[in-house]
């Protein structure tokens, strides 16, 4: 994860190249009004931020069999670890495997952390803590259905949280997405809303409807105007943002694989007296692959 990400970064600065990462959500409208109204004061100073994704897998199969005939299995794999096959590991179904997907914060949880990112202008956590476990799923998934991960951003600490088992948040609205707690107002933002919950008690909630259609499509044409006019400054998401991103929930597993704080030093991009995590930061190639 770690030493392929700053290669990768190097090669891109060096090159001079227009590239652009898939963080779709940074097209988000609501995520965009929600910075515009952070950094307009309007929920005052933030404190504490807290992002969720709550969601129950649907059941897999985990007999291992011969992959279909139209599967090369082992290129499917490439360079990570050729697990005997079985639908629950392969396509679609990879995202909760350890040596696929590396947990759901990981696969799906990295949009919000890179939007909170976004929204509060923010680098890299410093210290990372987590609570985790396979509670409910043991011997149906490789990585946590239950975690907290606690990130020490520089302008307010961050709670991840996800179950994939139970009900999820009580309030299904609040399943996908971000809270910001100011001390004027918390706001939450999904991919499609805002809602403003303002300090006091006669306040009102204020809901507000920012549909987002085509992120994805959004963001594949600023990349191709920012080629068109060679113009690096129209990128949506550097491949820095994208490191950043990536180490951030990367570093949150790697605590979880460890059961150790794990401290991050931004300037040197290593981890600061933990051997243990220090070699995960490097995952080993099986076959013909070689790291770069």
């Known amino acids: 994860m770690g030493e392929t990400c700053v290669h990768f970064n190097g090669i891109a600065h060096k ?19 929600g910075k515009e109204l952070i950094d307009g004061g309007t929920i005052g100073n933030v404190h504490q931020i807290a992002a969720q994704i709550n969601y129950i897998p649907g059941p897999q199969d ?7 005939a139209s599967l090369d299995w082992e290129e499917w794999c490439g360079p990570a670890p050729i697990l005997e096959y079985r639908p629950s590991i392969a396509h679609k179904a990879w995202r909760l495997e350890k040596k696929y997907g590396n947990d ?11 939007g909170i990112r976004l929204i509060m202008g923010e680098s890299m956590p410093t210290e990372f803590y987590t609570t985790r476990g396979i509670l409910e799923l043991k011997n149906k998934i490789t990585t946590p259905d239950t975690l907290t991960a606690n990130m020490a951003f520089r302008k307010a600490p961050v709670v991840w949280q996800h179950r994939l088992w139970g009900t999820g948040d009580p309030n299904k609205e609040f399943n996908n997405g971000i809270f910001f707690h100011g001390e004027k ?108």
Request: glycine share 4%.
């Open 15 to 33: 090159a001079g190249n227009i590239v652009q990462i898939g963080f779709q959500r940074r097209q988000s409208a609501a995520f965009r009004k």
């Open 185 to 292: 107002a918390s706001l939450f933002t999904g991919d499609s809303k805002i809602i403003l919950y303002p300090a006091g008690k006669d306040s009102k909630m204020e809901e507000i409807s920012i549909p987002s259609v085509a992120m994805q499509e959004n963001h594949v044409e600023s990349f191709l105007n920012a080629v068109r006019a060679k113009d690096q400054s129209m990128i949506n998401s550097t491949p820095e943002d994208a490191f950043q991103s990536t180490a951030t929930v990367q570093l949150a597993m790697i605590l979880h694989y460890t059961n150790s704080l794990v401290k991050w030093d931004a300037v040197k991009n290593e981890i600061v007296d933990n051997n243990a995590a220090s070699l995960l930061m490097k995952r080993d190639y099986q076959g013909k692959y070689k790291h770069p």
């Open 104 to 114: 759901h914060l990981v696969d799906w949880g990295i949009h919000l952390i890179d």
């Open 62 to 68: 985990t007999t291992i069999q011969a992959p279909p």
